[in-house]
């Protein structure tokens, strides 16, 4: 009787386990997606033999598929002597084409009188580029937005009797000249001249937005840069077009003008671009239409989005409906919202795995470019006289900053984002050419998907004969009540993920998984592992995958491939490494890092370099960068000192500022950073730690920096300030935040200012010097 009660027991036990488990499935389509060559008018070689082609699907590069990755950076918006580091910075990040503003009301400032030196040298900026293997899409406006004054139209075209943004006369013969200027800047850096050119975006959001003149008086209703034709469905930001374009051919004409006169004016690429999202006006078929999605727009009430959701992009873009068939062009995002501006009422704070989340996710649904506005912030310069900021203050904007929380910030220093995002990209580097022909496969109820349901797996595949990648998400922006997804399998066809058993997708997690990869001669069934890179290893291909906490990496090769055990289970972590030997003998390693050694991990000269530093690579060496610590910790595989981390020393310096205060609201900090001899220190950071509303930086009587508070210690790259310094202190000027601030409901809890004393708070902490040192090596 015990035995049988026992028996029963398990019996119930397993079932329970059973039942627990949730299978989800997906099935290969019946009839594969047809790929159509030929019918969009874009392509071009080069001179050194390259050639880039587009069909309706995705980008081929000298002859093989690719995705991709399109990182923007405003040169004007940063200091001329720092832009070759910061090209380097962000290829290091995996960024592959770099779209910069050409900002009309910067270059010509004072009509007639184009400005093309200093950090206004876009010619020397795109030489930069070029000698740094860096392709470039220059967006050429003439209305661009970017949160410049105007969406960057000078201030002395308001004073004209014209109509902007349409083929009005007197408005074109101004864009003409201004398109002339740009070609002539930009002669023979083009992709047919041998140089880094290979495209051009015409104009922006053409009748989906615009910004806000600056000529106006407080109080009054803002009057926004669009055509009067267009001002009932202009909107403010990007969002989805619910009105009807009762002009819509009107903008169709003047973007075929303009881009007609931009080939005039000598600007000739491969392919042209425009925003197509939101009803905008495109550009045929001979220009990609480019498409975004913000998860925190600070121009709308915060509220979970759809971007975490899977879909099939290529058959409906975000923010549709569009003036376009989508599935006639590839589906590239140029304004992905891994960052935000922050305004004075509302201060989003995006993270890093909401970053990880969104790109995951618009990989899985079918996207075959991926770009990022901003991948570098900035700082908007201020106008001639020194005082007024060309930045787009009507809208609410710093005077100033421009970081975004980009990757790369306003100082080039890295947001948490920056390694997250460089996982993906590092996937795409070395198996980009596998995923941009495959297919987006989702399964059945992709529709019930929701963002506050917390129950049913995210889940997409991209797939071509039967090999894939499995897309995993389980984030959401906006929610904090996520948990682990436990005891799921993922059934693709007749291939079971995990073929026994179940895994666990943790919380706020997102996944790349692939299915029936090839890896040479052998076939990589499945991976609860995401791939990383692939480097050579003594003359044997070696695999690098990673794995997060909480989820086994197990891979299964099909049998028939491999001599020996087709199962393999492993810890994550340097240790893991094995081999495969293939039917023929030919052997692959395969090594599975933990996901904070993946966040670590890049590719330098066929290399692996784990290190927690940042990492500039030239054809010299690297150069690494880190914050006070003055040890610098790696691993470089392969190499003679194998898996086994290496430490290389500078000696450390201990920089000190004198702070005088001020009354309440108001500090001054005398440095001089080069009294302080150092080689081994690249640049010297104030660090100001306060809580309060808004941060004033000056210098010999004018501002230089800027801040919105959110949260976090304000981090001044000095390098820029270096000069002025030498000559007087740096001053500040702090304003208090008022309990019930609107800005309040972004923040995090932990960060939300004590009022128990009272309905405001300005607590000046510190001022601090932080060194960051660097260290090369050979």
């Not at 002539?184 to 850096?189: A, C, N, P, R, S």
């Not at 009057?223 to 909107?235: E, Q, V």
């Not at 310069?381 to 306003?410: C, H, T, V, W």
């Not at 922006?477 to 997708?505: C, Q, S, W, Y």
Request: charged fraction near 25%; aromatic fraction near 12%.
């Amino acid at each position: 009787m015990k035995k049988y009660y026992l028996l029963t027991a398990a019996l119930c036990l397993g079932l329970v386990s059973a039942s627990s488990q949730k299978v989800y499935k997906l099935t290969s389509p019946a009839t594969p997606m047809k790929i159509v060559e030929g019918k969009l008018k874009m392509g071009g070689t080069s001179p050194q033999g390259g050639s880039i082609k587009v069909n309706n699907y995705y980008m081929s590069i000298d002859g093989k598929p690719a995705v991709p990755v399109l990182g923007e950076f405003h040169f004007t918006r940063y200091p001329r002597a720092q832009w070759e580091e910061e090209i380097i910075k962000m290829k290091a990040g995996g960024v592959t084409v770099l779209p910069t503003y050409i900002f009309w009301g910067l270059h010509e400032e004072e009509e007639g009188k184009f400005q093309w030196t200093g950090s206004k040298d876009l010619r020397y900026f795109i030489e930069l580029c070029k000698k740094h293997d860096m392709p470039v899409i220059v967006r050429i406006g003439p209305f661009c937005h970017g949160e410049i004054r105007q969406g960057s139209f000078p201030d002395w075209l308001f004073a004209k009797p014209l109509v902007v943004r349409s083929n009005d006369k007197l408005y074109l013969s101004y864009v003409k000249r201004l398109y002339h200027e740009i070609g002539q800047q930009l002669k023979g850096l083009y992709y047919k001249d041998g140089g880094p050119i290979i495209g051009c975006q015409i104009e922006n959001e053409m009748q989906h937005s615009a910004a806000p003149w600056g000529v106006n008086y407080p109080g009054e209703p803002l009057d926004f840069t669009a055509a009067d034709y267009d001002k009932d469905f202009t909107l403010i930001g990007v969002g989805v077009q619910d009105k009807k374009i009762t002009t819509a051919d009107l903008g169709n004409e003047h973007m075929q003008t303009l881009l007609q006169m931009a080939k005039d004016a000598g600007i000739v690429t491969p392919f042209y671009t425009a925003t197509g999202w939101g009803n905008a006006a495109v550009l045929g078929n001979e220009g990609i239409p480019v498409t975004s999605a913000y998860t925190y727009p600070f121009w709308e009430t915060p509220r979970m989005s759809q971007f975490c959701m899977f879909k099939d992009v290529h058959k409906d873009p975000d923010y549709s409906p569009v003036r376009y068939n989508p599935e006639d062009f590839p589906s590239f995002c140029a304004e992905m919202g891994a960052g935000i501006q922050m305004i004075y009422r509302r201060r989003p704070i995006v993270t890093a795995r909401a970053a990880q989340a969104l790109m995951t996710r618009t990989l899985g649904s079918g996207c075959n470019g991926i770009g990022y506005y901003m991948y570098h912030g900035g700082s908007t310069p201020l106008r001639q006289d020194g005082i007024g900021s060309y930045q787009d203050e009507p809208m609410g904007m710093p005077k100033i900053s421009y970081d975004f929380q980009a990757p790369l910030g306003e100082f080039g220093l890295e947001h948490g984002s920056y390694r997250y995002l460089r996982t993906i990209h590092s996937f795409l580097a070395d198996f980009g050419d596998q995923l941009a022909p495959m297919e987006v496969v989702l399964p059945d109820n992709w529709k019930q998907m929701t963002p506050d349901n917390k129950e049913d797996l995210r889940y997409a595949a991209r797939m071509k004969d039967g090999k894939g990648f499995l897309f995993l998400v389980n984030f959401q922006d906006h929610d904090t009540t996520r948990h682990d997804m436990k005891d799921i399998a993922v059934e693709i066809d007749n291939l079971r993920i995990p073929a026994k058993g179940t895994f666990t997708l943790p919380k706020d997690e997102s996944m790349i998984l692939p299915f029936n990869m090839p890896m040479g001669s052998i076939n990589l069934k499945y991976a609860t592992a995401q791939p990383l890179m692939k480097i050579k290893d003594g003359g044997v291909d070696h695999y690098i995958f990673f794995a997060p906490d909480g989820m086994q990496p197990e891979y299964l090769f099909d049998a028939a491939t491999v001599k020996g055990a087709a199962l393999k289970r492993v810890k994550s972590g340097l240790a893991s490494t094995f081999a495969v030997t293939a039917k023929g003998g030919k052997k692959i390693k395969v090594t599975t890092l933990t996901h904070a050694q993946a966040l670590d991990a890049m590719k330098v000269d066929g290399k692996l370099l784990i290190t927690k530093a940042t990492v500039l690579p030239t054809k010299e060496g690297v150069t690494l960068q880190q914050l006070a610590e003055p040890v610098f910790s790696y691993v470089l595989y392969p190499s003679s000192k194998g898996w086994k981390e290496q430490k290389k020393s500078v000696e450390a310096v201990n920089p000190q500022c004198d702070v005088t205060r001020v009354g309440t609201r108001r500090l001054s900090v005398h440095f001089r950073g080069d009294s302080i001899q150092a080689p081994q220190v690249h640049e010297y950071f104030m660090k100001v730690d306060y809580v309060g509303d808004v941060a004033m930086a000056f210098l010999n009587g004018k501002m230089v920096q800027d801040e919105f508070w959110h949260g976090t210690p304000w981090m001044i790259g000095l390098n820029r300030h270096q000069e002025a310094m030498k000559k007087d202190d740096m001053s500040f000027y702090f304003r208090p935040i008022n309990k019930g601030h609107e800005c309040l409901q972004d923040l995090p809890r932990e960060a939300q200012p004590d009022f128990s004393k009272g309905d405001q708070v300005l607590d000046l902490k510190s001022v601090t010097i932080v060194p960051q040192y660097q260290v090369k090596l050979k």
